[in-house]
């Protein structure tokens, strides 16, 4: 009879904990700096909330209706992987109205489950170990991470205040190395509210073409913005082909809770983009892309309405805020003000969780965002003209006492 | 109309208790401007009131609304002008509209109970010599008014922070 230990080549690992078991890559990552704040809000009542990502908004009736008319007719099967052929029609139909970008739905047009899988399709088809991923920060929470799980180095590029949060080419220009692969761009900002112009972007399209990068540009703030009609870094000359347009019916539509998203670009990258979503997902769900088509083919009016809903609101926030002695950037596009609270003396963290507990406000603290979020406050608007009115009200108050406390 | 004048008046249909500093912020434009908007608007009848829109149902189950399609001949001269008047008098009728259609008048009366629409009905409207007929609907329920909805399901489901 053989013995056991005869029978093993090598002694197992032995693991200690149920994390033993999980990748490094995973352990190596940070929990979102954004849940710890929730969970401090949640233990809260009477909370008037800054802090939601999401339109105020709920889904236009006449959205939801196609969905549930396309339940009810019996629409419950999978769809083609790259997404419903005539709902990849209208999205491009869509873009070339309204961003001047144009992309052949057969072969350049992929339906994701939200713009995030987009974005973790983009960056698994790109990165290899070793690679160096840039992204203009503060922004979004999930291009660090999602980085980091390919094995890429997220680089962070720092923007500033006084830039209104531009990503400027010195910046990006000091970064590069010839690691240097991909440029994640974020604009219309989340958090800062920062848009480009064609003539913020020409420089910066220039770089790319120098180092022969490949851009991620995630637009799903697209729509909204205030001052100047959104560019398109995917519509800059020279630039479609290296370009992943990332967008999503989210933010225009206020559809967030359905997940539809959608990447455009190079046939090429698609192709390999969609190699992934089909063994990962297989496709978007079907009644949600019957509601994505029903708003574009009639939702632009209602969509229109929102926006102007939100710039009324963003002029009263900005002005609110100033009236109270933080300095505040006028946001040109997004939902979300980011005012200065270094006047105060507390740092972002302290600064929100001292205004949650003493005024109850919730705000999300500036450092989540990454490199020069620090020292600001994200201040979503998405919320009605009283509520805003009630919250400005109290951060006037707050701020004040601590002025009094010197 | 200026183009200012009709998106003060949609703000004020949301919320008739902004004041002009408030719209003038969400506007962008000089408090001033709002406030002489606000008065032509006020001088040329075009706001009429501010009002509020009260759910009567929930502190009163008696008072009852009733819509009541009325058929009249119109006058030499003057049409449906006159007796429209005749009837909007009424302090006890809450609105009047001219129709299309198969009847000429839409009348909203509203009644402390069954007992006084009725009465209303045959004794103040039949009895105008211009009315031909009239049919009379008892509102149940109240739904939705003037685009406000009475009973709001759709509150803010949406969590309190996110990303």
Redesign the interface.
């Known amino acids: 009879m053989i013995k056991d230990e005869e029978k093993q080549p090598s002694t197992p690992v032995q693991r200690q904990s149920m994390a033993d078991y999980l990748s490094p890559l995973v352990r190596g990552i940070k929990p979102s700096g954004i849940r710890r704040f929730f969970d401090l809000v949640s233990t809260r009542k009477d909370v008037i909330t800054l802090g939601v990502g999401e339109p105020d908004f709920v889904t236009p009736w006449h959205v939801r209706e196609a969905a549930v008319y396309a339940l009810e007719t019996g629409k419950t099967q999978y769809t083609s992987n790259a997404g419903m052929p005539e709902l990849r029609g209208a999205i491009g139909q869509y873009l070339n109205d309204q961003f001047a970008v144009e992309y052949n739905p057969a072969d350049e047009i992929l339906v994701t489950v939200g713009g995030s899988e987009a974005i973790d399709l983009a960056l698994r088809s790109f990165i290899s170990p070793g690679d160096e991923i840039l992204i203009p920060e503060p922004c979004y929470i999930s291009y660090s991470p999602i980085t980091a799980l390919t094995g890429g180095v997220p680089v962070g590029i720092e923007t500033f205040a006084k830039d209104e949060f531009k990503l400027k080419p010195e910046s990006l220009q000091a970064v590069i190395t010839p690691n240097s692969k991909v440029l994640i761009l974020c604009y219309p900002s989340n958090p800062t509210g920062g848009t480009m112009t064609y003539e913020d972007w020409l420089p910066i399209a220039k770089i790319v073409e120098e180092n022969d990068l490949i851009v991620i540009s995630d637009e799903i703030y697209a729509e909204l913005t205030y001052g100047s009609k959104h560019v398109s870094f995917a519509a800059m000359p020279g630039m479609k082909d290296r370009t992943i347009l990332v967008s999503g019916f989210s933010k225009a539509f206020a559809m967030t809770g359905w997940r539809m998203g959608y990447a455009c670009g190079h046939p090429e990258l698609i192709a390999a983009m969609l190699k992934i979503h089909q063994y990962t997902v297989m496709c978007a769900p079907i009644m949600a892309q019957y509601a994505a088509l029903e708003a574009l083919q009639h939702g632009l009016e209602e969509k229109d309405r929102m926006v102007e809903a939100y710039n009324q609101r963003r002029r009263l926030v900005v002005k609110g805020f100033r009236e109270i002695g933080l300095d505040c950037h006028e946001p040109q596009g997004a939902f979300y003000a980011f005012p200065s609270i270094v006047s105060t003396g507390l740092t972002s963290e302290q600064f929100a969780q001292r205004l949650l507990e003493e005024a109850n406000v919730a705000a999300v603290p500036g450092d989540v965002f990454g490199l020069g979020g620090e020292g600001h406050l994200r201040c979503s608007y998405a919320t009605s003209v009283t509520n805003l009115t009630e919250a400005l009200d109290r951060i006037g108050g707050f701020v004040h006492r601590l002025k009094q406390q010197g | 109309m200026t183009e200012l004048q009709l998106k003060v008046l949609e ?1 004020l249909k949301e ?1 008739a208790r ?1 004041d002009a500093e ?1 719209i003038a ?4 434009v000089p408090t001033e401007e709002v406030k002489q908007a606000i008065a032509a608007l006020e001088n040329d009848h075009i706001i009429v009131k501010y009002a509020t829109v009260v759910n009567w149902s929930k502190i009163d189950d008696q008072k009852v609304t009733a819509l009541i399609e009325v058929q009249i001949t119109p006058e030499r001269g003057r049409g449906f002008e006159g007796i429209a008047e005749r009837i909007y008098l009424y302090p006890e009728v809450k609105s009047v509209y001219l129709m299309s259609g198969a009847y000429d008048l839409l009348v909203e009366v509203e009644g402390k109970n069954l007992k006084e629409v009725a009465s209303f009905v045959s004794n103040k409207l039949s009895p105008i010599d211009a009315v031909l007929s009239t049919k009379t609907f008892f509102i149940l329920k109240k739904y939705k008014q003037d685009g406000i909805i009475f009973e709001e399901h ?1 509150g ?1 489901h ?6």
């Open positions: 703000l919320d902004r408030l912020t969400m506007l962008a759709e803010d949406r969590l309190m922070v996110s990303p």
